[in-house]
């Protein structure tokens, strides 16, 4: 979850929800141990019978940076954001995927209908609807949205820090777990109780105690708890960040989600075309508000917004709503000059533009992107999925549109270089390596694992794998790696996009992680118990694991101990059997494997296009839909890099 | 002034003097003293061969002031005996100790401890005269030795040590090259290279220690020693230690020193660089293999065939041109072979470049 | 029952099976009561630690042979701590500084430090110095050699090294200059076959000369080899035949194999499966450069000519990249598919010749 969004949401919304206590059952002691000064101890939960009210507080909490932003400028009648005022009240408004919230829809009825609840995890990057859809739907189907908000206090952040963690850290696990057991219970006696309409509800989470970011067994136990008695749906809400603290990951591991039976729905960031649907509407229905008072963002401006946002609704209706307020003429100003530049082109809509004229702005608009993010755009960052297939998948310009676009390119390359001619590219690839937010080491152990399938000529592979040896070649030297790293991606990236001198349109092929690191643990591994078990033959590491370890293998000599037998069964013998089973590949997928064919569509050949989608449809079948994970690598990697720095420093 | 240099060498070569001419029968009882400490020179004047330095030293010995030194040079030819002997002379045995800081490769030598140790004591300020009253420089010596392999951190550390302590502390910094020190260090000292000694000066010395230690030798043994060491002095005497070691009461000869040294120089390393080249020029790939597997299995370290491959192919009779594409290839392998790179594989690979460019030839 | 490999392994330098004139040299070398640093030097199984062990033996008497293994912390002036392994009598200590990784500095610095430092703890024994025996020397990082140098010079009195290694390219000059240097070479195929076969007549067996031959080919005159071979021979097969097949490591076969798979087919998808079969090396221990030469020997069997040469080019490039370099697929992977391109244009222009 994105942290700072937990941060404010806490802030703003903690205060003044946790009043009103509506379990007296509860056992004071648990909470007085905490020593806060609360009113109220039961602050982590409130039913909430009022849907619109929470929705809005939700949100308010959620954004409540641009709130800040926007409260100098926004006054009377302007004062709310138009995120909350046009917050969607219907499935139709949703800016989601139908199918998603079909998706979402069909398990919330299954598990409201039936008394046994499940756990449903909503994945995807912030700024996807994943709220909005569970308050929308909960909402039709009419559930009681019951959510957990953390009861972190500010006097509390203010007042001792030490106490602060030892108390309030485990009180907070304490009272999440009272939460959720509390509201099941309750679920059953309203329903002896009340009427028909309140007696289903839904346990929504989307505010982790910080604990479980350090300790997530300890929210697994709390889980497993509530599995074994749970009577209504659990939502949890966990978005997607790309900057390595992936939550999902660690808080729902695969196996715990397996083991729980939580279903896994991952959203995709809101595609443009929706996106700028939902810009046009309320952009419509506030000009039309405020009569003439502010000015209305025409087409190309709603464009840019929607692809600024990289697929977060919710940023692009602030910065909307930022940009249309009349006093923001600095901002205005700026838009313009960036839409003169765009030149006659940019006004055009989208839709309308034959993708000819799309693919030639290729280039521009990857300047225009980083302009935009000066004014409420955001940060476009690049799954790992997306961004290794823009290297992989080698887009260049076609032979027509080269001819078309410059003749002025200079003159071609000599003759007997003229194997090395190519297309102009129309990806950055330092850029791509820079947005996918890894290192270009890991980038390019990604691109090495994957780069095979893409290739159909031997020549073209050794040309490739040649890239690649001088990129590991160049970051060698620990003493300027930090700053041959950047070259390193770059002779990989842009080494493997060369030597692609074929082409071929391959179209979907799975990617999978690097399987280099996990080889190079287990070989150090071996190594050292090899070192440490055989100690006694007093041998040189090559020699025992070479010629030693295999002998023992194939002798039967008595006086090994249980230990050194089974390694060597399992290191001195090799099965030699074709292909070694050992090594499973691991399907890196992404939050959305439609995704990077969404994208290629703007950029491919039309007749590709159906392609694509048969592919698209046969990926989302069969990928389970996850997320790119990388840190659990970079960890590894830190180890090593730590080593090296105290190396360094004595 | 003159006095005091006088006493002063009298006084540091004469129990020297003394130890090297009671010769072995002391030497069993007293402590196993590597002769290349044992006949390390004691006073300036005994340092062969590198007269600038010893000249610059005479005349700080005689009161002038000492600039901060950098000595370099390879390996074995007198820079740490130098400034010891220097030292040593400088201060006389009392002093010596609390005047002069050696640090070497082998001690901490980090920043922290260029920060700390190094200011510390190069802070202490010293008079200029001895407990026994004679005069001595008003100044402190702090040798780093292996400089070289100071981090370039800990090196710029140094450099406003040295401006500022300039008063009391003189450095001498001692390397083997010179391009690993820093530029602003080298330009805060005064240079001095040490030349690889001349053969007939290290003749002289390794005949002299012989005399002392009472070997039998043969001037052939000598020579080859001499050839051997390439002005390594400290090499020769290494080895004439080991050969007299290894050949108890028999005469050195050519022959144990070339075994010492490991050095081909002997008929059979010959053949086999012979045999290598014969199948360079004349075999097959398959009999070059088996020729290179079996040079590889002798022991003989790589660099060491390498260079004897040099000079063979330098006498060969080949082309310029073939002759300059082969000994290119052999400094990539050199390179390759510092590197760490497999011997078997370097070999191979040098030996079919051989073959390929004599194959042209014919 | 422990190996043939321990159980006949010589232990006096009287009873060194070859080299016996190196062995005569280096008893007058300990009759003197005191020897220079050594430098012991040769390829792998050729009996460097066995000579070692006997000079030791020779200098100290049969405490030498009482080895404890023992479990080192040292801390580093930049207070992190690196566990060691040692092996040690009262006599010596044997150390292999390479296990630090890039600590090995501080290891070199701190441990002979302390062990030159300490006394000798009987002082009823002969010698005034200790041994400190280094392996894998050449394995040192650079930076350690250079550690190691006044080292050497400053505790001479009370500490003796004795280095090994398999080869002294990697040996820094100022290191080499102050050892003297013993070569070990392997043993001859004769020498390698009277040991096998003296070994064989101890435990009661009858070794067939063929077998001894061939076996010692397979080893490639690697004794510790040989000897685990002719080991395996036994559980294999007895009475031995002269034609026996002799026991090759599961590694080498399945080396042999993954050589065979890029030599019958030349594509990406081919060299994907090499990959693989690469990795599986890797995790069972082979280090990489060991997998480089095996499939480099096995390649130059599959090729011919001209082309011998180009790959033998192409080895010693790679291999050196392996060695600098930090992930070793990469090279590996290069190779192999520089392999199979080369490979594949010999083939085509084969093809092309036999046409026309």
């Known amino acids: 979850m994105n942290k700072l969004s937990l941060g404010d949401k806490t802030a703003s919304s903690?205060?003044?929800?946790?009043?009103?206590?509506?379990?007296?059952?509860?056992?004071?002691?648990?909470?007085?141990?905490?020593?806060?000064?609360?009113?109220?101890?039961?602050?982590?939960?409130?039913?909430?019978?009022?849907?619109?009210?929470?929705?809005?507080?939700?949100?308010?909490?959620?954004?409540?940076?641009?709130?800040?932003?926007?409260?100098?400028?926004?006054?009377?009648?302007?004062?709310?954001?138009?995120?909350?005022?046009?917050?969607?009240?219907?499935?139709?408004?949703?800016?989601?995927?139908?199918?998603?919230?079909?998706?979402?829809?069909?398990?919330?009825?299954?598990?409201?209908?039936?008394?046994?609840?499940?756990?449903?995890?909503?994945?995807?990057?912030?700024?996807?609807?994943?709220?909005?859809?569970?308050?929308?739907?909960?909402?039709?189907?009419?559930?009681?949205?019951?959510?957990?908000?953390?009861?972190?206090?500010?006097?509390?952040?203010?007042?001792s820090h030490q106490e602060w963690a030892v108390n309030g850290y485990s009180s907070q696990s304490t009272q999440f777990q009272e939460f959720l057991l509390r509201a099941n219970k309750y679920n059953c006696l309203q329903m002896s109780g009340d009427g028909r309409a309140s007696d289903r509800k839904l346990i929504l989470v989307e505010d982790f105690p910080n604990l479980f970011f350090r300790q997530p067994s300890s929210l697994h136990n709390i889980l497993r708890h509530f599995v074994k008695t749970r009577r209504c749906p659990l939502v949890f809400i966990v978005s997607d960040s790309l900057s390595g603290d992936s939550s999902s990951r660690s808080l729902f591991p695969r196996d715990v989600q397996e083991e729980l039976d939580i279903t896994n729905i991952s959203f995709n960031p809101v595609a443009p075309t929706t996106m700028i649907k939902v810009l046009t509407r309320i952009s419509a229905l506030e000009a039309a508000k405020s009569c003439g008072r502010m000015c209305v963002p025409d087409q190309a401006l709603l464009e840019s917004l929607g692809s600024g946002s990289s697929g977060d609704i919710r940023s692009a209706i602030n910065s909307l709503q930022f940009s249309s307020h009349p006093d923001s003429s600095l901002e205005k100003g700026l838009w313009r000059m960036k839409k003169d530049r765009g030149g006659g082109t940019q006004t055009s809509q989208g839709k309308t533009l034959s993708r000819k004229t799309q693919k030639k702005k290729k280039s521009k608009q990857m300047k225009e992107q980083e302009e935009e993010q000066a004014i409420g755009g955001k940060d476009a960052s690049l799954f790992l999925f997306r961004a290794l297939g823009k290297i992989l998948h080698c887009k260049r310009q076609s032979h027509e549109e080269a001819e078309g676009a410059d003749g002025a390119s200079g003159p071609g390359l000599p003759p007997h270089l003229s194997e090395h001619h190519r297309q102009a590219l129309l990806v950055d690839p330092e850029l791509v390596v820079e947005r996918s937010h890894m290192s270009g080491e890991f980038f390019n152990l990604y691109l090495h694992q994957n780069y095979m399938d893409f290739f159909s000529e031997v020549e073209d592979v050794v040309r490739a794998s040649e890239y690649l040896s001088d990129a590991d070649l160049l970051t060698a030297d620990w003493t300027s790696r930090s700053v041959m790293w950047d070259y390193g991606s770059s002779v990989a990236t842009r080494g493997l996009l060369h030597s692609n001198s074929q082409q071929v349109t391959v179209g979907f092929r799975p990617l999978h992680k690097p399987n280099w690191l996990q080889v190079n643990k287990k070989h150090r591994e071996n190594c050292q118990a090899a070192a440490s078990l055989f100690r006694s033959f007093c041998l040189t590491p090559i020699s025992l694991q070479t010629e030693l370890l295999p002998y023992l293998a194939k002798l039967t000599n008595p006086m090994r101990n249980q230990a050194q037998i089974a390694f060597i069964q399992d290191v001195g013998q090799l099965s030699l059997r074709r292909f070694p089973g050992r090594l499973k590949l691991e399907a890196l997928t992404d939050k959305d494997p439609g995704q990077l064919l969404l994208d290629s569509e703007e950029e491919q050949e039309k007749k590709k296009k159906e392609e694509e989608e048969e592919g698209q449809g046969a990926s989302e079948d069969g990928l389970l839909p996850s997320q790119p994970q990388p840190t659990a690598n970079q960890v590894l990697l830190e180890d090593d890099d730590l080593n090296i720095e105290e190396y360094d420093s004595d | 002034m003159q006095a005091f240099l006088?006493?002063?060498?009298?006084?540091?070569?004469?129990?020297?003097?003394?130890?090297?001419?009671?010769?072995?029968?002391?030497?069993?009882?007293?402590?196993?003293?590597?002769?290349?400490?044992?006949?390390?020179?004691?006073?300036?004047?005994?340092?062969?061969?590198?007269?600038?330095?010893?000249?610059?030293?005479?005349?700080?010995?005689?009161?002038?002031?000492?600039?901060?030194?950098?000595?370099?040079?390879?390996?074995?030819?007198?820079?740490?005996?130098?400034?010891?002997?220097?030292?040593?002379?400088?201060?006389?045995?009392?002093?010596?100790?609390?005047?002069?800081?050696?640090?070497?490769?082998?001690?901490?030598?980090?920043?922290?401890?260029?920060?700390?140790?190094?200011?510390?004591?190069?802070?202490?300020?010293?008079?200029?005269?001895?407990?026994?009253?004679?005069?001595?420089?008003?100044?402190?010596?702090?040798?780093?030795?292996?400089?070289?392999?100071?981090?370039?951190?800990?090196?710029?550390?140094?450099?406003?040590?040295?401006?500022?302590?300039?008063?009391?502390?003189?450095?001498?910094?001692?390397?083997?090259?010179?391009?690993?020190?820093?530029?602003?260090?080298?330009?805060?000292?005064?240079?001095?290279?040490?030349?690889?000694?001349?053969?007939?000066?290290?003749?002289?010395?390794?005949?002299?220690?012989?005399?002392?230690?009472?070997?039998?030798?043969?001037?052939?043994?000598?020579?080859?020693?001499?050839?051997?060491?390439?002005?390594?002095?400290?090499?020769?005497?290494?080895?004439?230690?080991?050969?007299?070691?290894?050949?108890?009461?028999?005469?050195?000869?050519?022959?144990?020193?070339?075994?010492?040294?490991?050095?081909?120089?002997?008929?059979?390393?010959?053949?086999?660089?012979?045999?290598?080249?014969?199948?360079?020029?004349?075999?097959?790939?398959?009999?070059?293999?088996?020729?290179?597997?079996?040079?590889?299995?002798?022991?003989?370290?790589?660099?060491?065939?390498?260079?004897?491959?040099?000079?063979?192919?330098?006498?060969?009779?080949?082309?310029d041109k073939q002759k300059s594409a082969i000994t290119e290839k052999m400094a990539v392998v050199d390179k390759c072979l510092t590197d760490g790179a497999d011997e078997y594989l370097q070999m191979l690979s040098l030996c079919s470049v051989i073959m390929q460019q004599a194959s042209q030839n014919n | 029952m422990s190996l043939w490999v321990d159980k006949y392994r010589p232990n006096s330098l009287a009873k060194l099976d070859y080299h016996k004139e190196q062995a005569t040299q280096l008893k007058n070398l300990v009759q003197c009561g005191d020897f220079p640093h050594l430098l012991v030097y040769g390829p792998s199984g050729a009996g460097k630690k066995t000579r070692i062990m006997c000079l030791l033996r020779e200098l100290y008497g049969a405490g030498v042979e009482k080895l404890r293994i023992e479990h080192q912390t040292i801390v580093a002036p930049s207070k992190k701590k690196i566990e060691i392994n040692t092996i040690a009598s009262n006599y010596h200590l044997e150390v292999n500084p390479s296990d630090a990784g890039n600590q090995d500095r501080v290891v070199i610095q701190e441990l002979i430090k302390t062990v030159a430092q300490s006394q000798q703890i009987q002082s009823s024994t002969q010698r005034e110095f200790k041994v400190v025996l280094l392996t894998e020397v050449d394995r040192l990082t650079k930076d350690a050699q250079h550690a190691l140098r006044r080292t050497m010079e400053k505790y001479?009195?009370?500490?003796?090294?004795?280095?090994?290694?398999?080869?002294?390219?990697?040996?820094?000059?100022?290191?080499?200059?102050?050892?003297?240097?013993?070569?070990?070479?392997?043993?001859?195929?004769?020498?390698?076959?009277?040991?096998?076969?003296?070994?064989?007549?101890?435990?009661?067996?009858?070794?067939?000369?063929?077998?001894?031959?061939?076996?010692?080919?397979?080893?490639?005159?690697?004794?510790?080899?040989?000897?685990?071979?002719?080991?395996?021979?036994?559980?294999?097969?007895?009475?031995?035949?002269?034609?026996?097949?002799?026991?090759?490591?599961?590694?080498?076969?399945?080396?042999?194999?993954?050589?065979?798979?890029?030599?019958?087919?030349?594509?990406?998808?081919?060299?994907?499966e090499v990959r693989a079969r690469l990795y599986e090396l890797l995790t069972h221990c082979i280090p990489p450069e060991i997998i480089m030469k095996g499939l480099v020997t096995e390649l130059l069997n599959n090729c011919d000519g001209h082309l011998k040469t180009e790959v033998a080019h192409m080895a010693a490039y790679y291999e050196h990249r392996l060695q600098l370099g930090n992930k070793a697929i990469y090279h590996l992977e290069a190779f192999t598919a520089k392999f199979m391109a080369i490979y594949k244009k010999f083939m085509e222009d084969g093809l092309d010749a036999m046409m026309f």
């Open chain 1, 14 to 159: 903690g205060l003044n929800r946790w009043v009103d206590p509506s379990f007296t059952d509860l056992p004071v002691e648990n909470f007085s141990v905490s020593g806060r000064k609360k009113p109220c101890p039961f602050s982590g939960f409130k039913p909430e019978p009022k849907r619109p009210r929470k929705r809005k507080g939700e949100t308010t909490g959620s954004d409540s940076h641009s709130h800040f932003l926007l409260k100098d400028s926004v006054q009377d009648e302007c004062d709310e954001p138009w995120v909350d005022k046009h917050a969607p009240r219907s499935q139709a408004e949703l800016a989601v995927h139908k199918k998603k919230i079909e998706e979402v829809e069909n398990w919330m009825r299954v598990h409201t209908n039936t008394s046994k609840g499940g756990i449903l995890l909503l994945t995807g990057p912030s700024g996807s609807g994943k709220t909005a859809t569970v308050q929308v739907l909960s909402q039709e189907l009419g559930l009681r949205v019951q959510e957990w908000t953390n009861p972190t206090g500010l006097e509390l952040y203010s007042c």
């Open chain 3, 156 to 272: 001479m009195a009370t500490c003796r090294l004795i280095l090994c290694c398999n080869s002294t390219s990697k040996v820094i000059g100022p290191i080499r200059s102050r050892c003297l240097a013993i070569r070990v070479p392997l043993p001859s195929t004769e020498e390698v076959c009277s040991v096998l076969s003296t070994v064989c007549k101890k435990e009661g067996l009858l070794l067939p000369p063929e077998l001894a031959k061939q076996i010692c080919e397979k080893s490639g005159r690697n004794l510790r080899k040989a000897l685990l071979m002719c080991e395996a021979c036994r559980v294999q097969q007895y009475p031995f035949s002269a034609d026996q097949d002799v026991p090759e490591t599961d590694w080498e076969v399945y080396l042999r194999e993954t050589a065979n798979a890029i030599v019958s087919q030349q594509s990406p998808q081919r060299l994907l």
């Open chain 2, 6 to 319: 006088k006493g002063a060498t009298a006084q540091s070569t004469k129990p020297q003097k003394d130890k090297a001419t009671a010769g072995p029968s002391t030497e069993k009882k007293a402590k196993a003293v590597p002769w290349v400490e044992k006949y390390r020179p004691k006073c300036v004047d005994e340092v062969a061969f590198q007269e600038e330095v010893v000249a610059v030293l005479k005349k700080s010995l005689e009161g002038a002031d000492l600039p901060n030194l950098l000595f370099y040079g390879p390996p074995g030819t007198g820079k740490t005996s130098t400034i010891l002997a220097a030292a040593r002379e400088l201060f006389g045995p009392e002093l010596y100790r609390q005047r002069v800081l050696e640090l070497n490769a082998s001690d901490e030598r980090g920043i922290q401890v260029v920060r700390e140790k190094v200011k510390n004591f190069a802070q202490l300020t010293v008079a200029g005269t001895r407990p026994d009253g004679k005069p001595c420089p008003p100044f402190k010596i702090i040798i780093l030795d292996e400089a070289d392999s100071m981090t370039a951190p800990a090196q710029a550390a140094l450099r406003r040590t040295m401006e500022k302590e300039s008063r009391t502390t003189r450095f001498c910094l001692i390397c083997n090259y010179i391009s690993r020190i820093i530029e602003p260090l080298t330009s805060r000292c005064s240079k001095f290279r040490f030349k690889p000694l001349a053969n007939q000066i290290q003749e002289e010395r390794l005949l002299d220690i012989c005399e002392k230690e009472n070997l039998k030798y043969t001037k052939e043994g000598i020579t080859a020693l001499v050839r051997v060491s390439e002005g390594d002095l400290r090499k020769a005497i290494t080895f004439l230690q080991s050969a007299a070691r290894l050949n108890v009461d028999k005469e050195i000869t050519e022959h144990a020193i070339i075994e010492i040294a490991g050095v081909r120089l002997g008929r059979i390393m010959m053949d086999m660089i012979d045999n290598l080249l014969n199948i360079c020029f004349r075999g097959t790939f398959e009999k070059l293999e088996v020729a290179v597997k079996n040079v590889v299995d002798e022991g003989y370290a790589a660099t060491q065939i390498l260079s004897q491959l040099h000079e063979a192919i330098i006498e060969q009779d080949l082309s």
